[in-house]
């Protein structure tokens, strides 16, 4: 029987090494006590995010929130598909309008991908006779890694994993050639969550305690074996996160012991276990760093007991530096190591429910907030001003790992001519001395 991966992120939460804060913003949920379960980012002003219901989580809420100015306003709304029992795997926006869902009977798993291209105003199938096959399909999420790329990936079927990839949108989906995939073993499927990419690279976990991996936006595969036989089993359970498309780490628990591994190399290898130094459990990076950032939802009752709170560590999980106690912070999802924003509970539609970011992750002399990178969205041409930096390096990427420019800069003042760069996603990478930051800029 299929089981939704009980992912360790579902109650992660970010905060500042600095000046730790958070800033409570309303989602504009009607109804009390919503949650949010999932926060996708596209930029530091555009942010989406699931719902669930905080009172009774097994009820099955198709609900959205949306924020296209960096959460001062927050729209929420119905995810509307035509059929209110199915349930919501994921969400995976590439912009303030469009988006894509992956809806499934979680009973058969029979399910389907529906798109808005009007901020979740509507929804359409996008899938006809895809994850169709009863007693084999089970669709576990989609992810679309620009306006047009995007793949869909499943249980296996016909002996192979059943997996999608689409060029034009989600318009019309090819499926992957066995030839393609490795090979599932006996009684292998995969889950309903845990999955993570980062730009054109994608990992996919399974309960036999394999990372499918592809580089390729969904095109080929390959699989490597992690440290644990499950990764959603009822003794033994982890959750990999990854910070590059190299590095990363896995927080496998066995019972009531919590151990760490961590990769250079995509997850194709991991380190020899150590003991986890950290309190709390649910873990995320903040991208291209070795910052994680650790929360909890526990209380003296749990098992092991614990505290809600959260922790951040700037060495890779090495080392951590309790932040708060006490109070219970949702899910996470950084944009940089100065904007990101976690899950809380509304109280109605003008008071809580989700918590931005206000400071900064890091204690090194370069900070990104010395740096404004500016406008974002572009146009023609992207200004960077140094306020405390005499001489840095930028490399620019788009999603796919193409190097656009990697040049030292000097001077407060900067500007890149980006009119030839297609409309996209790119990553201004700065390195100031020792310290490196990312930022997220849209080519308009």
Known sequence: MKKILLSISFFSFTILANAQSWVEQATGFDVA??????IQIVDANTVWALAYDGTDPTNNIQEFTRTTNGGSTWTAGIIDIGDPSLSLNNISPISGTTAWISAIDSTTGLGGIYKTTNGGTSWTLQTNSEFSTSGESFLNGVVF??????????DPEGGEFEIYTSNNGGSTWTRVAGSSIPNPLSGEYGYNG????IGSTIWLPTNKGRLLKSTNMGVTWTVSQAPLTDFS???????VHFSTVNNGCLLKKVNTTYT?????????TWSAASPFTGTNYVLDYVPNTNILVATSALTATSTPAGTPGSAYSLDNGTTWTSIDSGTQRGVVSMFDSSTGWCGGFSTDPLTGGIFKL????????????????????????????????????LKVTDLSGKVMMNNELSGIDNTIDVSNYAAGIYLFEIKAGNRTDTIKVVKN
Do not use: C, M, W
């Open 33 to 38: 006590s919503r949650g949010v379960n999932e």
């Open 260 to 268: 760490f591994y961590t990769t250079t190399n995509g997850g194709t």
């Open 233 to 239: 089993g009822t003794t033994q359970s982890g959750n």
């Open 145 to 154: 890694f620009d306006a047009n790329n995007g793949v869909a990936f499943g």
């Open 358 to 393: 206000s400071g900064n992750l890091s204690n090194e002399i370069f900070t990104p907030s010395k740096f404004k990178v500016y406008p974002n969205p572009a146009n023609n041409f992207v200004s960077i001003t140094a306020e405390s930096a005499d001489a840095f390096n």
């Open 194 to 197: 845990g999955f993570r990419h």
